[in-house]
């Protein structure tokens, strides 16, 4: 999967006083092709979210669970599912445990009353009208508003965020964050579970998890400004037998303090704009240069390319079914990579190896001929 990066630029939004944003709720499902719960969950959480379109916007995450079982759709954007895995389990593990399927309303578990101990997870069967709108009626400080606009080859992709402050906030670790999702159809289904329509699956982040850091204090009036920018194609080249359907743009502003609570102050989803000019040249993914050789092989594989900074950088070799067959991690060197993979325990065959490097990954196809 090539890196899709995404050009964003916070303007100016004028020197009158804004009005204040409605809300726009985000909650991030947590889910797995393997997840047998995951199968009966999400199609009314699908129902749901789609009688709430002026309310609330749904992100996919996919999840490597039960444990030893092909994961072809969550490898796919391994990167991301297990970043934002990550960013939550701490919030996870002082509740004791987290279980799939979950979801985080705003950053946090949904407030309305649930029933059991699923409930302290978030449990996704549980989440309601009632949830979304008590979300939905609590008061955004910002407002956002989001646009994207795609060079002539449609490769690369451009947008523009604006925020403007309408009330005061203050944190030392505010986030912008934005991320690409698709939703799927597969002819056959990926997994287990036998679900075969995801929807708004999270393909990439721009330009990481991480998000782009906000000023620490805003106030009524108070603007910033930040670019990105990237290419948008090649993120399914590793799935068989999938329709992409709708793909979209969303962002939002995420508060990462410690002890933050209300984590999620605003989210939007981008609009398509055609300006500038569609003529824009494409650009160029941060990891394309990578070159694999030989290919076919028999013994050894070469991994060369350079990167765009000093990274640690993960290797991973799946089976056309999903499984992990080989896994490297290497520290960070220098821009310059260059390494052996040996290839003895692996049988003839076709494989994937995927690239992961300062936030940015590539897939390469290629062939084990013995």
Known sequence: MKKMLFLFAIAVAGSG??????????????????????????????????ANPTKAIHVTYMEDIPAHTPHNFYQSAKTINDSRISYYNAYWTSLGYMFTPSGMSDGAMPDSSGSGSSFSCGNVSEYSQADIDIDYAKPSPFTVIATHRFNTAHDSVFGKVIINGVSA??????????????????????????????ENVARAMYPNAAGQTLPTVWV??????????????????????????????????????SGSGFKVHQAAKSTYTPLPPAEVAGLKGALENIVIAPNPSSTYINVNGIFSSPAATTIVITNTVGQ?????????????????????????????????????????KFVVNK
């Open 17 to 50: 006083i804004a009005n204040a944003q409605q809300r726009m709720v985000l909650y991030e499902e947590f889910t797995g092709e393997n997840c047998g719960p995951c199968a009966s969950a999400n199609p009314p959480l699908e129902a749901l979210m789609a």
């Open 169 to 198: 906030v203050a944190s030392t670790k505010l986030k912008l964050r934005a991320v690409y999702v698709k939703s799927f159809d597969f002819a056959s289904a990926p997994g287990t579970n036998g679900e075969r329509h995801f």
């Open 220 to 257: 009524t009036g108070t603007t910033d400004t930040l670019t990105y920018k990237g290419k948008i194609t090649g993120f399914e080249s590793t799935l068989t037998g999938v329709t992409t359907l709708d793909s979209s743009f969303i962002v939002w502003i995420q508060n990462d303090s």
């Open 324 to 364: 992990t067959v080989i896994e490297k991690q290497y520290p960070a060197a220098d821009k310059l990579f260059s390494q052996n993979i040996a290839l003895d325990n692996l049988s003839s065959g076709v494989y994937f190896m995927t690239i992961a490097n300062n936030g940015a990954s590539t897939t390469k």
